[in-house]
């Protein structure tokens, strides 16, 4: 009878894994943690989304080496106990900070349990630490430490408790939502995006009951990020139960921010006077049920809504002059615009063709 050590059956499990890895295709973390069946009131996708003529293409970003006295991040709590966490999906990745800009360490399957040690300022991300004690209650001589997605581990205690673990300010990009009036809207996703000519990299994030939204870029980074509006959690205030915008439309939805920030970064909606009323048919005058119309102003605002089972839409909008027009994806098409006026009283319904 063959007796297997400790260390062999670790050995073991993880020749057994290997083909398992080499099979996934570049594992993702799931959808954003936190924000639930978000539909996007404004825009599906960062492709759909209509780019201003007039909006200067940014110069790539660069990653410049670390200043080596940069300060290690601190943690300001202490949580009651040791937690533990368990990761809940096939793979997640071990990221090198707190948030999807960062580099892949390495995936981590299913059922891995990890140490829990700490949290980032938002609570979406956790740091973690994986050695060799498998019951994860202490940390191991050499452990690997890195930050998980908070949503997908199954903890041990309460993961709230967990030390705020402090970066550098020049790490973090912090976003404001609020109306025109200055009022904080809550429920918003935020995307902060980095492009250079090789890569894409996209970290979603959603506002806080004060209208704030918090991402974290790698040390050293300096240059220009794409910051936008791209959806909106159903829960927010500023949507309807068929979560679709109420009393609200879009202002300043995206901007271009360089980092190092050094100005406050605030994206804006406006608190709606009137509705855009009207219906979407086809080229035969038949209407067409749950197509997204879009209306945008002269000076960038922009609105949204989908049609009904009747083909009818009703979205909110102010003063101004307004295009609207039927949109849909895959590929990206639009109808005919139709120019709506409105000043002191609400617009007559009209009637859009789709595309």
């Known amino acids: 009878m063959i007796t297997w050590s400790r260390t062999m059956k670790r050995i073991l499990a993880l020749m057994l ?16 943690p936190r924000v639930e069946d978000i539909q996007t009131a404004i825009a599906q996708t960062e492709a759909a989304r209509p780019t201003a003529t007039n909006t200067p293409v940014p110069p790539p970003a660069t990653f410049t080496p670390a200043p080596s006295n940069t300060p290690a991040p601190t943690a300001t709590a202490t949580s009651s106990g040791p937690i533990t966490g368990v990761v809940n999906v096939e793979f997640l990745n071990l990221r090198e900070g707190p948030g999807t800009l960062f580099d892949v360490m390495q995936p981590v399957p299913q ?12 609570g979406d991300w956790v740091q973690v630490q994986i050695g060799e004690e498998t019951d994860a209650t202490e940390a191991a001589d050499d452990p690997l430490t890195g930050w ?24 973090q990009v912090r976003v404001t939502v609020q109306d025109t009036n200055g009022n904080p809207i809550p429920g918003v996703v935020v995307a902060v995006i980095y492009r ?32 936008q509006i791209v959806g909106i959690d159903c829960t927010s205030p500023i949507v309807d139960i068929n979560c ?20 406050p970064i605030v994206l804006r909606y406006e608190v709606s006077t009137t509705v855009i009323t009207g219906s979407v048919v086809d080229r035969t005058g038949n209407p067409v049920a749950g197509i997204e119309v879009v209306a945008q102003r002269d000076d960038g605002a922009e609105t949204a809504g989908t049609t009904g089972a009747d083909g009818t839409f009703r979205i909110p909008a102010g003063p101004g002059i307004w ?16 120019t709506v006026e409105i000043a002191d009283t609400a617009p007559e319904p009209v009637t859009v063709i789709a595309p």
């Open 17 to 32: 894994m290997i083909p398992l890895l080499l099979a996934a295709c570049g594992p993702q973390e799931p959808p954003t």
């Open 148 to 171: 998980f997605a908070a949503a997908f581990l199954n903890y041990s205690g309460d993961p709230t408790s967990l030390p705020v673990v402090q970066l550098p300010f020049d790490q």
């Open 111 to 122: 059922g891995e349990q990890v140490l829990v040690i700490g949290q980032d300022e938002s």
């Open 323 to 338: 295009e609207v027009f039927a949109l849909v994806f895959d590929p990206r098409r639009e109808g005919a615009r139709v």
């Open 244 to 263: 679709e915008l109420s009393g609200y439309f879009v202002l300043e939805w995206r901007t271009l921010p360089v980092i190092p920030q050094t100005g």
């Open 196 to 227: 250079d000519d090789t890569v894409t990299l996209r970290n979603d994030s959603t506002t806080n009951d004060e209208g704030r939204a918090l991402a974290h870029v790698p040390p050293g980074f300096s240059g220009v990020l794409d910051v």
